[in-house]
């Protein structure tokens, strides 16, 4: 591995980012509708210009190997104090175990505070134990019961 890099996503990261997401197992999650490309881009524009979400990309030279999302929002049962949710993690399989994931989750922590975070969140499915150990490694701390609805 080059030299790694961890950075905001750009208009022109799109069909990279769609390549590495491709990696990603959704199969748990059953059946989604795929959006036409032209939307999907308009709505990846929009989630760039959105001030409360954060697109982190990590970078072995010019290829894309990693990605995070950060979305800020306030908790009314908090004052309004924000928090935030970590979701997308993918991490390029050649890259596993390469410290791509923990630079990422590095880099979400820091977004978090600089947006003014009290705390951050994520799930993690219970199919991916991996997954668990290495939140495990990072600090990071079970401490709810996560749900989902399909809608």
Not at 24 to 50: H, K, N, Q, T
Not at 56 to 66: C, I, S, W
Not at 89 to 106: C, F, I, Q, S, T
Not at 119 to 146: C, D, I, M, Q, V
């Amino acid at each position: 591995m080059g030299l790694l890099t961890v950075r905001e996503a750009g208009p022109d990261d799109f069909a990279a980012l769609l390549r590495l997401l491709e990696q990603m197992d959704e199969s748990m999650y059953g059946s989604r509708a795929i959006a036409a490309e032209g939307d999907l881009r308009a709505r990846y524009e929009a989630l760039l210009a959105d001030p409360d979400q954060r697109l982190l990309l990590a970078e072995d030279g010019d290829r894309l190997v990693g990605s995070a999302h950060l979305m800020v929002l306030r908790h009314f049962d908090r004052h309004l104090l924000r928090s935030g949710i970590v979701d997308g993690v993918v991490v390029d399989p050649e890259y596993r175990r390469k410290g791509v994931g923990a630079a990422l989750m590095r880099a979400v922590a820091e977004a978090a505070r600089q947006a003014g975070c009290y705390k951050l969140a994520l799930t993690s499915n219970l199919a991916r134990e991996g997954a668990h150990r290495f939140y495990g490694r990072l600090g990071w701390k079970r401490s709810h019961y996560g749900y989902s609805l399909e809608l």
